[in-house]
Structures are given as C-alpha cells and as structure tokens.
C-alpha cells in the first residue's frame, strides 16, 4: 500500500503547479483524499479534500479560489492544481488517504511528501 506524489519544484509567485498523487496497493476510489502542507517551521495543516461518495470537495481558505483538488479513478490518482502560487504556499505537500470521508485528523495512509518552493 503506498501514496507516491510528485510534482514539486521551484516556482515563481504568480505561477502554478499541479501535483500528482498516486496511489498502488489499494483502489483510491473507495477514500477520500486530502492535501496537507507543512511550512517551514510550522505545523502541517490541512489544504483541501475530495470526498470518495458524491464527490465533494473542501478547500481552507488560504488555498480557496486559487487550488482545484481533483481525481482520476482510472489512473488511481489525485491531483492538487495551484494557481497563482505565493511565497506561504511554500513547504512541503503530502497526500493523504482515508476510508471515512473527509475529517479533522489522521487519515489512513500517507505519502512521503513533495516539496514545492515559491520564491522569485
């Protein structure tokens, strides 16, 4: 059972990046995922979730309006799009797998992580 994201790098303020999170071992159709980011120095906090029934998603409002949390069932994966990226988006993102919906918590499984850099 793994989550593997990718899609991290450098990116200019203003810019975008969309991250990939993949899942192996297990139908991520049947969990709900979720993006968390851990800034330097502080603690991770959650940014967006996709629900697994109906589809629903949730966005904090820092990424609210400028992130898209979306799912290919036939590819088993998650994608996190970021638009208009700033400085605080900064920090290391990991994706997160769990058999109840979305929730305030820990979640089943995890990846090890992308980092995604915001700076001129």
């Known amino acids: 059972v793994q989550l593997v994201e990718s899609g991290g790098g450098l990116v200019q303020p203003g810019g975008s990046l969309r991250l990939t999170c993949r899942a192996s071992g297990f139908d991520l159709d049947d969990y709900a995922v979720a993006w968390f980011l851990q800034a330097p120095g502080k603690r991770r906090e959650a940014v967006a979730c996709?629900?697994?029934?109906?589809?629903?998603?949730f966005y904090e409002d820092p990424w609210k309006d400028r992130f898209t949390i979306t799912r290919t069932n036939a590819k088993n994966t998650v994608y996190l799009q970021m638009n208009n990226l700033k400085a605080e988006d900064s920090g290391t993102y990991y994706c997160?797998?769990?058999?109840?919906?979305?929730?305030?918590?820990?979640?089943?499984?995890w990846g090890q992580g992308a980092q995604v850099t915001v700076s001129s």
């Open positions: 997160a797998a769990d058999y109840n919906n979305c929730h305030i918590g820990e979640y089943d499984y």
């Open positions: 996709l629900e697994y029934t109906g589809g629903r998603t």
